[in-house]
């Protein structure tokens, strides 16, 4: 199995506009890989996603019982805790991979959990984009969510950046492309969904029955615009004790940071690329840098120029070893056309695609 080495630019680069539009092809383009990797971002981003990240194995080992307090089955499990809802390759449910899905609205209002209802798209049709937040009480994981949302922010932040990159190409090679659209789209919207990933270690079973080409995660699009990824971390969790720690009177600020391998102890595991020939290559990201890939509302709104890309995560034939990650979908708000030419929304868009991939 190959391994393919992403395009990478610098936070510097985005900032004053100097990203080559051969970059870009390199990166989004027909031809590619559908992945662009920014490195020197914000210098608290290592140590934020290292938090975060240790969050992801405490929630997973969190008790059943704690699950209920944050779990909403009527918004489809893509708000709150999810497990075991999303459909693998031969149709069974994934059991492998506990999520956290959180709506990104406070990025355009610190108020708000959700987007707002609309005429269009009430609360009852589209519960998984409209539902609240549904966060863990404090007590249960303290300091989780000002960390969650403050890794969120960063990670947008940073693709409002590369949306203006796209942007200018767009305007350039794309007849009646409207200014500054993506930028707008992605800076605007209350309906991006962050999504903290924990890859339970694999049952002896699974090691024994042999390697499967994607045991956690199906292959598959994303079906937003841009994908922020922190790198993934790797917790020995027979040797770290990933259990919620007994605090005694007072609850800390913040959970301590767990004891992350130096790196995968599977050299197959990890993120894997269909390329453009249908040949999956591992794409590494370096953990001091944020990756974007493309989704399949990018690949509509700039008419087929940048093109969204299947991928799958590979499970960790190592016992005891969980995988953790972060992934924000930045996306369009549901009114927000996403086929400029056919005048689709976003939220049509989307609601095939969920019903799709749910069970």
Same mark, same amino acid.
């Given at each position: ?24 092809? &390199? ?16 210098? &608290? ?39 075991? @809802? ?8 994934? &059991? ?14 610190? *108020? ?6 609309? &005429? ?15 966060? =863990? ?26 949306? @203006? ?71 020995? #969790? ?26 995968? =102890?599977? =050299? ?31 690949? @509509? ?30 996306? =369009?708000?549901?009114?927000? #056309? ?12 989307? @609601? *095939? ?7």
């Amino acid at each position: 199995m190959a391994t393919a080495q992403p395009v990478v630019v610098s936070l510097a680069d985005l900032k004053t506009g100097n990203i080559s539009f051969e970059t870009l092809q &390199e990166a989004f383009g027909p031809e590619s890989l559908g992945i662009l990797v920014v490195k020197d971002v914000p210098p &608290e981003f290592p140590q934020l996603r290292h938090q975060l990240l240790s969050y992801a194995s405490y929630m997973g080992n969190l008790s059943e019982a704690d699950f209920e307090e944050f779990t909403n089955e009527a918004a489809k499990y893509l708000v709150g805790w999810s497990k075991g @809802r999303e459909k693998l390759k031969d149709g069974a449910a994934d &059991e492998y991979k506990g999520s956290f899905y959180a709506n990104c609205a406070f990025y355009v209002d610190p *108020s708000l959990e959700s987007a707002k209802p609309t &005429e269009k798209f009430p609360l009852e049709e589209f519960p998984e984009y409209l539902a609240p937040n549904s966060w =863990p009480p404090n007590e249960m994981l303290p300091g989780f969510k000002p960390t969650m949302e403050q890794m969120c922010r960063l990670i947008i932040d940073t693709a409002v950046l590369v949306a @203006r990159a796209c942007d200018k190409f767009a305007e350039k090679e794309i007849p009646g492309y409207p200014s500054a659209y993506l930028e707008n789209v992605v800076k605007s919207s209350s309906t991006t969904k962050a999504r903290l990933l924990h890859y339970y270690p694999m049952p002896e079973e699974a090691i024994a029955k042999g390697q499967e080409e994607d045991n956690w995660c199906a292959v598959h699009k994303d079906h937003g615009c841009l994908t922020g990824l922190t790198s993934a971390m790797f917790i020995d #969790e027979l040797k770290t004790d990933a259990k919620v720690p007994k605090f005694g009177g007072k609850l800390p600020e913040l959970l301590p940071s767990l004891e992350e391998l130096p790196r995968s =102890p599977d =050299p197959q595991a990890g993120l894997w690329i269909k390329d453009r020939k249908g040949i999956p290559v591992q794409v590494k990201i370096p953990r001091d840098c944020i990756a974007f890939q493309t989704g399949e509302a990018l690949e @509509r709104i700039t008419r087929g120029k940048f093109k969204a890309v299947e991928h799958s995560v590979r499970g960790a034939y190592v016992k005891g070893v969980a995988r953790n990650t972060l992934a924000v979908f930045t996306q =369009p708000n549901l009114e927000d #056309e996403v086929d400029l030419d056919q005048h689709i929304t976003f939220g049509e868009f989307a @609601r *095939s695609i969920i019903a799709k991939n749910t069970v």
